[in-house]
């Protein structure tokens, strides 16, 4: 462990770029106490633009407490050479350090909504959807260079291409999960038309959808959406429960708009699990449409956690959190429950670790009884985290990558079957508990995407969430979404 992830220095070089120009500049990554807080700034040097300095982590947990060690990926595959410097290089270049776990396939740029903060600047009017063929020509080259990775859909509102069924059938025979990124309007459609559209999504095997969700609130989507549309998401993810189709709320967090409604979002969410597994939380990034906010207004991982500690009454605590096993320390944290018939949260891993023991069995579901060996096969089973020896990725090679991938895959798929199916189904007691304690495990994850304001190049390295860009590359989310202070995207909507 250095220095600066120690405590011992308040300095850590690193690289950054340029938010105007893009261009790339050694960078510092500095510690400071600010109103009895440590805050860890981003600061660089234009030549041209002259100083900028971004508040990067603010808060506890302190980040030298939040250090994963991990060692760089091998056998990677790479579709560019070193030449411009990163990250001009992207996709994927010989410093690139990690293997991809998520890749996301752009199907179209059409959008029935024009939302404030759309990274993707979707919805222009260009009704350009990419042909069946030539998407199932990229679904076998991402198969072959990315390996059995999740495969996320998107867009553009990704429901609005016409051969999507098809599209999800031929991806779930390529890959372990197939996610849908969505907005829900569709999927809440008009006189059955959304159920008809869960149910057909349902048939094709996709795994879960990735519900944009941003509050309890209608005033909540006016603001970052431009309409209110509390009413359709609810109906989205009642149509998606009759399907049977495992839902993720996607809330983006911005200072001042939603931030105090974290824990009724949390509590909304918890009243319609099972069908929703989970919340996973977006910090604001300032790209694409975006690209002009405000500074103030992106909150980092640590701020977003003490809000979640406060507003859920306890529910939540900071030692719940963890580090991510797979993407750099400072891109994420995820907290595993289990659900208890209650109501209530159960932590299952413990606090000091990503990957330990169970921390807690009390409110297991009734009627179930289960010695100490059994509580060590539910650690094993049925928490969303296999043992510590193979959990976190210590690198990022292949082996570890696909251990991560499982894990997104109990969190967020859960059992297929509901607690009365395991009734029918001839189980024992204790497999009952297991299926049971499947079918109620619930996540809270937040991910902080980097802008041009907070990219650290050391962490774009360490990048396993990966956008295919036509013709052959896979590019860090971060980078592919890179836009300048003057709207000027780095390879969105370029073809590199």
Known sequence: MNGFYSGRSNEHSTESVCPVCLATLPAKLMRRREDSEEIVLLCRVCPQHGVFEE???????????????KSPASNLSRQTAAGKGCPRDCGRCPGHAQHACTVLLEITQSCNLRCPVCFADAGNGDPRHVPLDLLLEQLAWIREQAGPVVLQLSGGEPMLHPRLPELVEAACRLFPAVQLNTNGIALAGETGKGAAFAESLARTGLSWVFLQFDGTKDEIFTALRGRPLLRQKLQAVANCKAAGLPVVLVPTVVRGVNDQDLGALLRLALSLAPAVRGVHLQPMTRSGRNAFADDGATLTLPEVLAELCVQSGGMVKKEHAAPPGCEHERCSFHCRYFLTRKGELV????????????????????????????????????????????CCAASGDREDVERAVDVILRSW??????????????LNDFDRFIAEARAQSFSLTCMAFQDARTVDLERLRGCCVHVFSPPARLIPFCSYNLTSTEGVPLYRKKRV
């Open 413 to 426: 798929r859960g059992d297929a079957g509901s607690t009365a199916d395991c009734e029918c189904a001839g």
């Open 55 to 69: 508040v990067v982590w603010r808060g506890e947990p302190a980040l030298a407490q939040w250090h994963r060690p």
């Open 347 to 390: 932590p299952l891993r413990e606090s000091s670790a990503c990957c330990g023991p169970v921390a807690g069995t009390a409110d297991f579901p009734s009627g179930h009884e289960a010695d100490a060996a059994g509580r060590e096969s539910l650690g094993r089973t049925c928490c969303p985290m296999p043992p510590r020896s193979s």
